[in-house]
């Protein structure tokens, strides 16, 4: 593969993944609830999430799906139902727990923490799979960076690893940034806060997705 269509495609993927989006604020609400550990299982789920859409384009099934109206948006639908439910899991959270105790929360017992990252792991990954922009991204700009006679799959799969490396990286990096906030802040009321916050944004990027128009 040409190694300029390599850079274009790294630079195209780097500011989609930076700009804010569900999985942005499902891995502060992870960090601020369960520590970075837990963020960095989520962003490992939703890595996951690329490659599948990665092999479902190369199959051809992302064109099946968005050329079926009544599927895409059955996808877009239970999408956004799940995003809006991570959402009010996360604000239900926060409001049931005392500030105090959800500090607490960042240090659980091993078998709390191997199942919270567990279903962490399922929410990054399931954000992603069912994300109707993902897979009209991998739609429109994979067929610009494969080239003729050379396996589709082996091609789709090795963008994907490119996307997947520029995710790990900035969520990571964002979950850095995270958790030194939080701990300079050092107010059990200031993670109830973020916690809050990014609960409600889930919520309402759950909400747009509804009403977005295909």
């Known amino acids: ?36 550990r837990t963020g960095f299982v989520v962003i490992m789920g939703g890595n996951v999430g690329v490659f599948v859409h990665a092999i479902l ?20 639908l239970v999408g956004a139902g799940y995003i809006v439910f991570l959402g009010g899991r996360s604000i239900w959270r ?30 990054g990954m399931v954000t992603v799979i069912l994300s109707p922009e ?17 396996s589709i799959l082996l091609q789709s799969l090795f963008l994907a690893t490119l996307h997947a490396l520029v995710r790990l990286a900035w969520y990571s990096l964002l979950g850095v940034c995270v958790e030194k906030a939080v701990a300079i802040l050092r107010r059990p009321r200031a993670r ?13 990027f759950g909400a747009r997705m509804v009403v977005a128009r295909r």
Do not use: H, N, W
């Open 57 to 76: 384009f190369a199959l051809g099934l992302t064109v099946l799906l968005v050329r079926s109206a009544a599927a895409f948006q059955a996808v877009r």
């Open 134 to 150: 993902a897979a009209m991204f991998y739609l429109a700009t994979l067929p610009q960076f494969i080239q003729p006679g050379e």
């Open 1 to 36: 593969m040409i190694t300029s269509q390599l850079i274009a495609f790294t630079g195209l993927v780097t500011v989609l993944t930076m700009i804010p989006g569900a999985t942005t604020m499902l891995v502060i609400s992870s960090v601020v609830s369960s520590g970075q």
């Open 192 to 204: 109830q806060g973020l916690e809050l916050f990014s609960g409600a944004a889930l919520v309402l």
């Open 94 to 123: 926060a409001l049931r727990t005392k500030p105090r105790a959800l500090a607490e929360l960042i240090s659980p017992p091993r078998a709390a923490e191997t199942q919270t990252q567990r279903q962490s792991f399922v929410d």
